[in-house]
């Protein structure tokens, strides 16, 4: 590795890269790439993937990524190796940009838990291998953007768990006929692709050696080596989009039809979130006929059903995708006399409150203000989700069971103190922006814990059709559909200096909302006299606001 790094005397001022030209770069060669695509023009395509991936601005942007957005960005592979520094990612940005010949390193084997108990197997690249996939990943995905299914919305640009439920009420409307759902998922998807298969699928991709040596480059579990002869490791960045590409066509298989429109006209549709994926038929002989056609298309995968997962039912007795349930209710004041609701689902709420119930229960015993900051993290995130759906008497319960765990804890906290004094000091009406003197929260800071039920209900837009932010002429729509993310920012001050600024970062002139974290930065720095006002005030990305300050 020491010879690896010292290959270049000039390292990237990592402080000083403009981001913006590295951005706008990239996002012309993946649209470029995309548009040859829709051409079938796959000798222009192949060239320009091999340009992109030589790409200085993609290079700079894929250890950006991997050393400093990704969760793992602290988790080292086999080689132990971390790129925490700015000098230490000019280095790597120079030795990537080398194209020395690189094998693969094995996948340092991690186990998580799982909701049902079990653990889940990843496969943690080393940070090199990370950086390539990252490049390779912005050279690959923009070809099969143009040839994906429209119903497809796992792991995919512009597309959310949300886009797969607003597709799943326009199929399930009471109007509907189909009303048989197939509920599946695909057991051990990513450690059971054929890779001879992957590969046949990307045969024409410049790459597709090194993407081959990554899928045999095998495990390393406590020391132990083990071979990999298929599937895709769950950690690599370059995993979900190949796994997308072993399940895409579908549709194909079910036979589903389309008019010129874009509404169904078969007898069957499906939709797919990763490896979840639940098929609609009109009658149950035809559900249990999806399931066989299912079967042997996933064989050619090397996949199987999980027989666990997978279950055919009526939508009056309901089923749970993605966190929500979907199910058709009696209701003698509509046309058909039924009505549908897609609400949280009993397991989601049980996992909220069990998660909450163990930051109120910790053996830590956080100081209020890191709890208070803890317990909102959960009730946003968690809110700003269900938000979409019917949950407005979900949301009013939580807060009636948060009511009584503060209750609990203050009397935990002042066991010799009465209930007057206790709610004296913890409640009051904290939030100025509410009439509410039931606010629990630490008054000598004015810091509070959100409710539930302060999360307005507001409907999501569906993705139009095959509609990808790849394409060059779909540049407006796309913007416009990021701007509706400003309602997730914590608070009405963060949200009125993204609109004052078009909701762009002013450094890198990309969406505010691309999952960075967002920090406020002052144009006039307080210590020089810099004022709390929104005309001193811009939002940046995090690693934005550390090289806005890294500069000076």
Known sequence: MQA?????????????????????????????????????????????????MRCYSNILLAVRRVTQQNSGK???????????????????????????????????????????????????????????????KNALEPC????????????????SAHDAIEKIYGICRP????????????????????????????DNFPARKLIHQWLKAGVMDKGVFHETDSGTPQ??????????????????????????????????IVVRYADDFCVFCETQEDALNCVEVIKGWLAQRGLNISPEKTSIKHLIKGFDFLGFNIRHYRDTNTATEWKLLIKPSAKSVQKVRAKLRDIWLSPTRFRLPELLKKLNSVIRGWSNYFRTGVSKKIFSGLDQWMFIREKRHTRRMHPKKGWKWRQKRYFGSLNLHRRDKWVFGDKSLGAHILKFSWFDIERHTL????????????????????????????????????????????????SLYNGEELHLHHVKPKSEGGKDTYNNLRLLHLYCHQQAHGKK
């Open 74 to 136: 602290h988790t080292p592979g086999v080689d132990k190796l971390l790129v925490l520094t700015p000098e230490a990612r000019g280095v790597l940005v120079g030795a990537l940009g080398k194209f020395i010949p690189w094998k693969p390193l094995p996948s340092k084997r991690v186990e998580i838990p799982k909701p049902n108990g079990k653990k889940r197997p990843l496969g943690i690249p080393s940070i090199i291998d990370r950086c390539l996939q990252a490049i390779v």
């Open 4 to 52: 690896t790094v010292n290959v270049t005397k000039e390292t990237t001022d990592w402080n000083r890269v403009n981001w913006r030209d590295s951005n706008r770069v990239v996002r012309n060669l993946r649209q470029r790439i995309f548009r040859a695509t829709r051409e079938q023009n796959w000798k222009k395509v192949r060239s320009l993937q091999k340009l992109l």
């Open 144 to 159: 099969w953007e143009a040839l994906f299914e429209g119903i497809s919305y796992g792991f995919r640009p512009g597309r």
């Open 175 to 202: 109007n509907k006929r189909k009303k048989w759902v197939v509920d599946a998922d695909i057991q051990g998807c990513f450690d059971n692709i054929d890779h001879d298969y992957l590969m046949k699928n990307i």
């Open 235 to 268: 950690g690599g960045i370059v995993s979900p989009l190949l796994a997308n590409i072993a399940l895409h066509g579908m549709e194909q298989a079910l036979g589903v039809k389309y008019d010129y429109r874009g509404q169904s006209i078969g007898k069957r």
């Open 463 to 510: 993705v139009k059709g095959l509609s990808s932010p790849d394409d060059p002429h779909l540049r407006d729509y796309w913007r416009e559909r990021e701007k509706k993310k400003v309602k997730n920012l914590r608070n009405k001050s963060r949200q009125t200096v993204a609109k004052r600024q078009d909701h762009r970062c002013p450094t890198c002139s990309e």
